[in-house]
């Protein structure tokens, strides 16, 4: 289990490497640079020769081929969990994930055949940062701190953070696909200026790339607050509790640092390398909010033996941290 | 069993549905015979012609030194690598402006037979700006040793993508519907650009850098002419043209 455990944080890696790389596709505006698709100008993809990746081919066929390789990682990592792993929820989600990459893939080929069309482009951002949190909820799963959690009752319960925890990601997720909408409409820069909106608080006209913008931004302060009060709540009731205020405060820094990409992506004029960011440190926070919540929630999710731990259902189930596990 | 096999036959169609890559399919084009504008009347030509200079007034900003670098061929091959969105010649002529006949004629105008030319040379589009008639052919080569992605993204006829990834590769295209102007793009060299307008007449003509314009064999008559540069938008005038004259028209585009 801990070798599954360690390929899952590869593939978790592998396919962060591979939203960065879509991040490039949509920044540089490639994502049409090889017209056919699956081959690559009419030839097997793995077979187009490495000199011929220019311009932007490099980044279009080069996330193909990592999308390839998270492909067959995928594969392994649903036949892996499927053939050791006894908890059959977790096998299930092994499965998910081989279905999630299958769809992906083909939602990207049809973008390209279809010259990206923004509901396609948008499902298959959105998509990609779904599979990237259902890989990372699966590190989790596999990890010796989930599995060896002694469990145990905070018999206070905590709903407010049960509810906040929840809440988090639901509303990060939310803020990506607005993000995503805004990149496929080309609504990056309908509000040019930052902080304000031309000048203002509140746009003085308005237009569909202007709203998308706005509501993107209106987004972000929601994620903020939410994310604060989580942090805050975490942090003044479970200081102790190592497991959840390692996420809260990282989810924290990560809020701070994606405002300020947001910001200079504006600002910028959309710079390739800050947008990129922006994007990946997006997927970065989602699935720092989710193992937040996870943890929180510990207590729903039973065991191989179909036990789910005491106290699980109300607030806060009592979650050992790592090395209270390992002890 | 049932569901299975039915399961089966949507995976199927759906793996054939998206592996039927458009981007090699020429689209369709139906043109009626004898001309591309309809089944009206064929429309008159003349002896008269409408002339003039486009001008630019101001200063344009300075060409900008185009890089390359993400292709080494496009390094070694181009020519020039300068922006191409202000051309001005020395009299302060604007190049590169689309002006044609919008309004005026009536009828319905023969399809020009010979071929215009869109060639990719340097890592550039040669020529940057030009006209067509609807059903006209457009042959789109390769010249270079590199890849190139033809990307047409009109707003009305249909968007083409196609990959030439072989110098001397070649293809024909055809719009069926008037537009000014149709961008082309190339993906791969981001800085390569084109522009295309697609007219149901044969009244139209691209400034060269004296900004000079001769739309030439027009019957007599009243008309509106557009002119369109890429950067700096459209103008129109009206200007009335007797047989066998000459009428002149001038635009002045402003800039900074």
Request: charged share 15%; net charge neutral.
């Amino acid at each position: 289990m801990r070798w599954l455990h360690y390929y899952l944080r590869f593939v978790v890696a592998s396919s962060l490497l591979l939203i960065v790389a879509g991040g490039l596709v949509t920044s540089t505006g490639s994502g049409l640079a090889v017209p056919d698709w699956p081959n690559t100008y009419g030839t097997f993809m793995f077979a187009f020769p490495f000199s011929k990746m220019v311009g932007g081919i490099f980044y279009e066929h080069g996330h193909r081929l990592i999308a390839s390789l998270v492909g067959l990682l995928t594969i392994g990592l649903a036949v892996w969990i499927a053939r050791s792993e006894p908890r059959g929820w977790v096998r299930g989600l092994g499965w998910t994930a081989l279905a999630a990459v299958v769809v992906q893939g083909l939602l990207g080929g049809i973008t390209v055949l279809y010259f990206l069309p923004a509901p396609i482009s948008i499902s298959h951002a959105g998509l990609a940062q779904l599979f990237f949190a259902l890989v990372v909820g699966l590190a989790l799963f596999t990890s010796s701190g989930w599995r060896g959690s002694r469990g145990g009752l905070d018999r206070r319960g905590d709903d407010g953070l049960a509810r906040l925890a929840l809440a988090a990601p639901v509303a990060i997720y939310g803020q990506i696909l607005l993000g995503a909408t805004m990149r496929h409409t080309g609504a990056g820069l309908a509000i040019p200026d930052f902080p304000l909106a031309f000048g203002r608080l509140v746009p003085p006209e308005w237009s569909t790339g202007i709203a998308i913008h706005f509501a993107h931004r209106v987004g972000a302060l929601v994620v903020a607050a939410l994310v604060a009060a989580t942090a805050v709540r975490v942090l003044f009731h479970h200081r102790e509790r190592h497991e959840l205020t390692r996420p809260a405060l990282l989810l924290a820094a990560l809020v701070v640092v994606q405002v300020g990409l947001g910001a200079w992506t504006v600002l910028s004029g959309r710079q390739v390398a800050v947008n990129t960011a922006h994007v990946a440190v997006g997927a970065v926070t989602l699935a720092t909010s989710l193992v937040l919540a996870l943890r929180v929630h510990r207590g729903w999710f039973p065991d191989a033996a179909g036990r789910r731990r005491p106290g699980a259902t109300s607030g806060v189930a009592s979650l050992g941290s790592g090395s209270e596990a390992r002890a | 069993m049932r569901h299975r096999t039915f399961w089966i036959l949507v995976s199927l169609a759906a793996i054939a549905a998206a592996c039927n890559s458009r981007s090699d399919v020429p689209p369709v084009s139906i043109v009626p015979e004898g001309g591309g504008a309809g089944a009206n009347a064929v429309g008159a030509t003349g002896t008269s012609t409408v002339s003039g200079t486009i001008m630019l007034e101001g200063t344009a900003p300075a060409a900008e030194i185009i890089r390359m670098n993400s292709d080494p061929v496009c390094v070694k091959e181009a020519t020039n690598t300068e922006t191409e969105y202000y051309v001005v010649g020395d009299g302060g002529g604007l190049g590169n402006v689309f002006v044609y006949v919008k309004e005026g004629l009536s009828g319905s105008y023969p399809v020009a037979a010979d071929t215009v030319v869109l060639d990719q040379q340097g890592c550039r589009y040669t020529p940057h700006v030009f006209g067509v008639q609807v059903g006209q052919t457009v042959q789109i080569t390769n010249s270079d040793p590199t890849l190139h992605n033809i990307h047409a993204t009109p707003a009305v006829n249909a968007e083409f993508n196609t990959g030439q990834p072989i110098q001397g590769m070649s293809m024909e295209r055809t719009f069926d519907e008037v537009e000014v102007m149709v961008p082309f793009k190339c993906d791969v060299h981001g800085w390569m650009n084109a522009y295309v307008g697609v007219l149901d007449h044969p009244y139209f003509a691209t400034t060269g850098p004296d900004g000079g314009f001769d739309i030439a064999n027009l019957p007599a008559g009243n008309y509106v002419i557009e002119a369109w540069h890429e950067m700096l938008g459209v103008q129109t005038q009206n200007v009335t043209v007797g047989d066998g004259a000459t009428a002149e028209v001038s635009f002045t585009f402003t800039v900074g």
